[in-house]
Each structure stands twice: as structure tokens, then as C-alpha cells.
């Protein structure tokens, strides 16, 4: 049985198996070596994760997976006055719930990388364009400043349990045209986004040891079956 990877989060990892998405990339790239499970559920906070999490990872897991990418914090930084209150998870209660996630993962499956990801920067006017439920206050129900505050807790969190992180939110903006390179209304991610987690994904795994040059393959490949007798290959 090939070992697993799943990808835990709300609608930025749920949007990664589109065209170009994170997710589709780096099941592309462990083809032959892993298998990636999509997790992701849009609109959801840490309070909301929290709640499901005996569903979505189920006890006949056999084998600890190799990892869990944890990507919460968007929502969770939705402003309390603002259009989208109802996903708004104050940040001391962010960093709890991040924590109790963590201490999940670790219970169920002791030998799992964890990875956190903070959540990405915040094109205000993006927003504006593109409100997820009616806007009466044309306000942003997300600013650049919240998710940063958010960002830097899940950077504590990760600190506290001595969990590897990606600081995306930092690393974004260090694009000059990030808010149009990388965001596609504000929030969720372009291609040259997708390709930036994607990246700082690999990099991270490849921190745990967990890269295409360690990892065995699935069945032998056909670089190592004998033309002249293709069936011994499957005997071992």
C-alpha cells in the first residue's frame, strides 16, 4: 500500500486539485511514491475542523501517514464587525484550536509530519470585488493586518509544538505585484499562487526527509524490467 499525504484546510486547500492548484501538483509529483488526499472545506474556520476532525480522519487508518499539511486561518480571520462574522474565531481561540489539532494528529499518528501553513495576505480591494455574502457596509471582511495577526500566531503555534510552518503570508509579499500575481480575488490563489504553496510544500517535506530520492517508487518501473524477461520483474 502506498503511503499517504493528506492536505487539511478550508477553501484554499479544497481549491487545490483545480488547473494548476497546489494539491493537483504535488500528486503529480509523487506519482509513483504517494498518494494525496484533498481534505480541504471551504468557509471553514479551526472552531469548525476542530468539530469534524474524528470524520474526516478515520481510526482504520492502517499505517501513520507520511503527512497532514493543517492550512487554517482565513476564515478564522474574518473581521468580528464585518459581513462574514459567523466565521470569525478570535485569535486566542485560533491558536488553541490550532494547538488541539496538532495534539489530535499527533495522538492518532505518532510518526506523521505535521505542517502548518498560515494563511496568505489580504488584497483588501479584491475583497470588495468579490464579497462571499451581501456587503451592506462595502467593507472588506478581511484586511492584510488581521491576517498577518493570524499568521503570526500559527508561526507561535508551530514554534510551541516544534511543528515545521510556511510562513505564507510573509513569503507572498515578498513578490512585488503579489496582489494581482498571486490572489485571484483577494484571497484565493492564481496559478503563480498555487505554485508558491506548492513549492514551499515540497521544501518543507523535503526538511522531513520525504522526497522523490528517498522515497521507494510503486512496482518496479519500466527503466528496470528485463526486455528479454519482463515477468521476473513482479516476482520479487
Not at 7 to 19: A, P, Q, R, V
Given at each position: 500500500?502506498?503511503?499517504?499525504?493528506?492536505?487539511?484546510?478550508?477553501?484554499?486547500?479544497?481549491?487545490?486539485?483545480?488547473?494548476?492548484?497546489?494539491?493537483?501538483s504535488l500528486t503529480n509529483h509523487?506519482?509513483?511514491?504517494?498518494?494525496?488526499?484533498?481534505?480541504?472545506?471551504?468557509?471553514?474556520?479551526?472552531?469548525?475542523?476542530?468539530?469534524?476532525?474524528?470524520?474526516?480522519?478515520?481510526?482504520?487508518?492502517?499505517?501513520?501517514?507520511?503527512?497532514?499539511?493543517?492550512?487554517?486561518?482565513?476564515?478564522?480571520?474574518?473581521?468580528?464587525d464585518r459581513c462574514s462574522a459567523?466565521?470569525?474565531?478570535?485569535?486566542?481561540?485560533?491558536?488553541?484550536?490550532?494547538?488541539?489539532?496538532?495534539?489530535?494528529?499527533?495522538?492518532?499518528?505518532?510518526?506523521?509530519?505535521?505542517?502548518?501553513?498560515?494563511?496568505?495576505?489580504?488584497?483588501?480591494?479584491?475583497?470588495?470585488?468579490?464579497?462571499?455574502?451581501?456587503?451592506?457596509?462595502?467593507?472588506?471582511?478581511?484586511?492584510?493586518?488581521?491576517?498577518?495577526?493570524?499568521?503570526?500566531?500559527?508561526?507561535?503555534?508551530?514554534?510551541?509544538?516544534?511543528?515545521?510552518?510556511?510562513?505564507?503570508?510573509?513569503?507572498?509579499?515578498?513578490?512585488?505585484?503579489?496582489?494581482?500575481?498571486?490572489?485571484?480575488?483577494?484571497?484565493?490563489?492564481?496559478?503563480?499562487?498555487?505554485?508558491?504553496?506548492?513549492?514551499?510544500?515540497?521544501?518543507?517535506?523535503?526538511?522531513?526527509?520525504?522526497?522523490?530520492?528517498?522515497?521507494?517508487?510503486?512496482?518496479?518501473?519500466?527503466?528496470?524490467?528485463?526486455?528479454?524477461?519482463?515477468?521476473?520483474?513482479?516476482?520479487?
Open positions: 500500500m502506498r503511503p499517504k499525504i493528506y492536505l487539511f484546510g478550508d477553501s484554499i486547500t479544497e481549491e487545490s486539485y483545480d488547473d494548476g492548484g497546489w494539491g493537483a509523487f506519482s509513483r511514491t504517494v498518494d494525496v488526499i484533498l481534505r480541504g472545506y471551504s468557509g471553514y474556520n479551526t472552531r469548525w475542523a476542530l468539530k469534524v476532525l474524528e470524520r474526516v480522519f478515520s481510526t482504520a487508518e492502517g499505517v501513520d501517514p507520511l503527512a497532514v499539511t493543517v492550512f487554517f486561518g482565513a476564515n478564522d480571520a474574518c473581521l468580528p459567523f466565521q470569525h474565531v478570535p485569535l486566542d481561540e485560533y491558536k488553541q484550536n490550532l494547538n488541539s489539532i496538532i495534539a489530535f494528529l499527533k495522538k492518532r499518528w505518532p510518526t506523521t509530519r505535521i505542517l502548518l501553513i498560515t494563511p496568505p495576505p489580504i488584497d483588501e480591494e479584491g475583497r470588495l470585488q468579490y464579497p462571499y455574502v451581501e456587503n451592506t457596509l462595502n467593507l472588506p471582511e478581511r484586511t492584510n493586518e488581521a491576517a498577518g495577526a493570524y499568521a503570526k500566531a500559527c508561526v507561535s503555534v508551530a514554534g510551541e509544538c516544534e511543528t515545521p510552518v510556511i510562513d505564507l503570508w510573509t513569503k507572498m509579499q515578498e513578490f512585488p505585484d503579489w496582489k494581482k500575481d498571486c490572489l485571484r480575488d483577494g484571497l484565493h490563489l492564481t496559478p503563480s499562487g498555487n505554485r508558491i504553496v506548492f513549492e514551499e510544500v515540497l521544501m518543507k517535506l523535503r526538511d522531513e526527509g520525504l522526497s522523490l530520492e528517498i522515497l521507494p517508487v510503486d512496482l518496479p518501473p519500466i527503466t528496470d524490467i528485463d526486455p528479454n524477461d519482463p515477468l521476473k520483474s513482479f516476482e520479487q
